[in-house]
């Protein structure tokens, strides 16, 4: 059973920070299943989690800065010691960035062929 947990992880713009919290969940994690749940086997241990950017830091004036601010989000949570990111999604990641700083739909949102209204 504990090897099909997963959690869910927010990251934020603090690369050191999220380096670091990678770090932790992943060794708690291994240490909570080999002490209290007597979890041998390795792969049964390991921390499998997803991963949400915060979009605090988006700007509707800069929506082209906005993708390289949730790279950087990314960036400290896959490069930590024992990240195990399975994948990722481009295209949602991009359009989240230009588009979530937004408060509501754009005319190039709803119209994504340009056809306008």
Known sequence: MVGRI???VNAGVRFIEEIA???TFTA???EICRTRYHVDDPSLRRFR???Q?????LTEQQPENNVQRI???M???TL???ARASGGSTPRVERSAWLTSSLGPTVESAHPTGSGL
Do not use: I, T
């Open 6 to 8: 997963s959690f869910f």
């Open 21 to 23: 919290k990678m770090r």
């Open 28 to 30: 708690m994690w291994d």
């Open 49 to 51: 989690y997803g991963v």
């Open 53 to 57: 950017v915060n979009s605090l830091g």
């Open 71 to 73: 790279v950087l989000e």
């Open 75 to 77: 960036l400290g949570v």
């Open 80 to 82: 930590s010691a024992d």
